[in-house]
């Protein structure tokens, strides 16, 4: 089981940037992938960025990309979402959530689901102002 709690996040103008952070704690042996969700209201959790731990491999959705950069530090179990120009589509609940190797195997791009994760964080608030 792996815990996990967000902070960084807040209100800021469009053009502005925000650093997330997702510390991690419990079995944090068995990470496999971390990733970056948000939710605005109304809408469907929708992915944002992923990383995989080990070997530090990246992937954003097409929106962020660019502007978003998602990072670890292994020393301190912590995943981080650098967001540089913001814009106010961004406005959301950002969520990070822990995706676990997988008992057979995983094919095309699972990292997608949010079903396949098995822990989340509580989530934090990023608005973003015109």
């Known amino acids: 089981q792996v815990h996990l709690v967000e902070s960084g996040g807040g209100l800021v103008q469009a053009g502005g940037s925000l650093r997330l952070s997702c510390a991690a704690s419990g079995r944090t042996s068995s990470s496999y992938v971390m990733g970056w969700f948000r939710q605005a209201p109304g809408k469907e959790r929708e992915f944002v960025a992923a990383?995989?731990?080990?070997?530090?491999?990246?992937v954003y959705t097409d929106s962020v990309k660019g502007r978003f950069t998602i990072s670890r530090d292994n020393a301190k179990n912590t995943v981080y979402l650098q967001m540089n120009s913001l814009k106010p589509e961004d406005t959301a609940v950002y969520y990070c959530?822990?995706?676990?190797?997988?008992?057979?195997?995983?094919?095309?791009?699972?990292?997608?689901?949010?079903?396949?994760?098995?822990?989340w964080g509580q989530g934090t608030q990023v608005t973003v102002s015109s």
């Open positions: 959530a822990h995706l676990p190797p997988p008992r057979t195997y995983y094919s095309g791009t699972y990292y997608l689901k949010p079903s396949l994760y098995d822990s």
């Open positions: 990383i995989w731990w080990s070997s530090g491999m990246t």
